[in-house]
């Protein structure tokens, strides 16, 4: 038996879609635009032609699961492991836009052997989460960021657009109702996965004719359940996780598979994670799936600077980036930090090192939030990133971290709820 679903027919024939008028405007209206040479995708508005619907939360309809599952111990989560009961899911095809939202007992999906997903990668997804305060109310942490990035990313691969704030209250329907999931000790959460795929059944290259969206949710612990841990990374020049004009920018999962192999290797090699190096110069762009900062002096004027790569088309617009330059701004600015976002190179890091000036680095992501480093090997050398024997996490990881904790568990009132 189908899944209820991918029940409905999914249109077969691509010719009859592209010769559909205001098909392109729905699908691929990823308006391009030129500046010093870079080309930008941004995301339309809307995911469909005119007069047809977008998503709308108040046709959402509800089927609970009969065989609620039991809760796992929390010493027991595992990240992405378990799921809870139900999933909540919304078809589109380009002739009728989005159909009506569901919410479903958890199950797996029927898909033709030729569905366009499974052969063109036309694939995106989103990480994010739900909090419990100490009052018991559930919080999201930034999500029209979530939304906003999603967009782009669908744009981009000739997936439909959707109305953020329509599929942000969808989200909330969700979590409400798996509220039970959520657990209420500090430094757990809900992990939710929106996703969007093609679904339409071809072989041919081109814009997808129907695609589903879909969340699914996994309770999680933190990320260091005995305190942070510093990671020693591998400087990677022999396989690049991004370049120019390419789709490093956006949330696909064809930027992830290529990336396991060179970290599979570099564990090989005793380090935790590669960091992404580009071009002969060896700009340093992120670490593992994360964005990556550096805490250094600078060499002429001796002021603190926190640096991390600028959004050139090859790093990807994290919400967890975002509120560490937020933050830094509003709060290190005025202890005399500079904040800078600039391309810099491995060797530039390496020469601070040496010279005393590299006081910390880290990663930034949502599973995390932030993830100390200890060092990086590069050119058959290990260079230190300022942590000394014993010592698990830089002051500013350890600020960012408090700070960015405090407003996602309600501790500290802040625009970001």
């Known amino acids: 038996m189908l899944s209820p679903i991918l029940s409905r027919r999914l249109p077969h024939q691509l010719s009859s879609q592209l010769t559909r ?41 509800i089927e609970k699961t ?25 078809e589109w095809t380009a002739k009728e836009g989005w159909l009506a939202p ?6 797996n999906l029927s898909l033709d052997p030729a569905t366009n997903v499974f052969h063109y990668a036309f694939e995106c997804f989103e990480g994010m ?16 960021k979530n939304m906003e990035r999603m967009n782009k990313s669908t744009a981009r691969i000739a997936l439909p657009n959707f109305d953020g704030s329509q599929f942000i209250k969808l989200i909330s329907s969700f979590v409400k109702l ?11 959460s809900l992990y939710l996965r929106p996703t969007m795929i093609g679904t339409q059944r071809t072989l041919g290259v081109g814009p997808s004719g129907s695609a589903l969206l879909y969340l699914i949710a996994s309770p999680v612990g ?24 390419g789709v490093g920018d956006k949330k696909l999962g064809a930027n992830y598979a290529p990336c396991v192999v060179p970290q599979i ?24 799936t994360m964005n990556f900062f550096v805490a250094i002096k600078d060499k002429k004027t001796g002021k603190k600077q926190l640096l991390t790569a600028p959004l050139d088309g090859t790093i990807l617009e994290g919400v967890t980036r975002l509120s560490v330059l937020g933050l830094a701004r509003e709060r290190l600015a005025p202890e005399g930090w500079e904040i800078i976002e600039r391309k810099y190179t491995m060797s530039e890091v ?18 995390a939030t932030v993830s100390p480093v200890r060092n990086i090997s590069w050119n058959g050398k290990l260079v230190n990133c300022g942590l000394k024997d014993g010592e698990e996490a830089g002051e500013i990881a350890m600020r960012m971290k408090n700070w960015i904790d405090a407003i996602q568990y309600g501790d500290e009132e802040h625009p970001w709820r």
């Open 21 to 61: 008028p205001g098909f392109w405007t729905a699908c691929t209206t990823a308006c391009t635009t030129y500046e010093s040479g870079r080309r930008y995708y941004s995301a339309p508005k809307t995911s469909t032609a005119p007069n047809l619907p977008d998503l709308d939360p108040s046709k959402l309809t």
């Open 102 to 107: 569901r919410i479903t007992p958890y199950q």
């Open 222 to 245: 933190p990320y260091y359940p005995t305190g942070f841990k510093a990671v020693s990374l591998e400087a990677t020049t022999s396989a690049v996780r991004a370049w120019p004009g």
């Open 265 to 288: 290797e570099a564990a090989k090699r005793g380090f935790h994670q590669n960091l992404w190096l580009f071009g002969e110069e060896g700009y340093v762009t992120e670490v593992g």
């Open 178 to 188: 798996e509220e039970r999931f959520i657990p209420a000790t500090h430094g757990y």
């Open 66 to 90: 009969t065989s609620p599952k039991e809760l796992k111990p929390l010493q027991e989560l595992v990240f992405g492991r378990n799921f809870t009961d139900h999933m909540l899911s919304v």
């Open 129 to 144: 989460k739900a909090y419990k305060d100490k009052k018991g109310g559930i919080r999201l942490f930034r999500p029209d």
């Open 350 to 367: 390496s020469e601070a090192a040496k010279e005393g000036r590299l006081i910390e680095a880290f990663g930034a992501g949502t599973a």
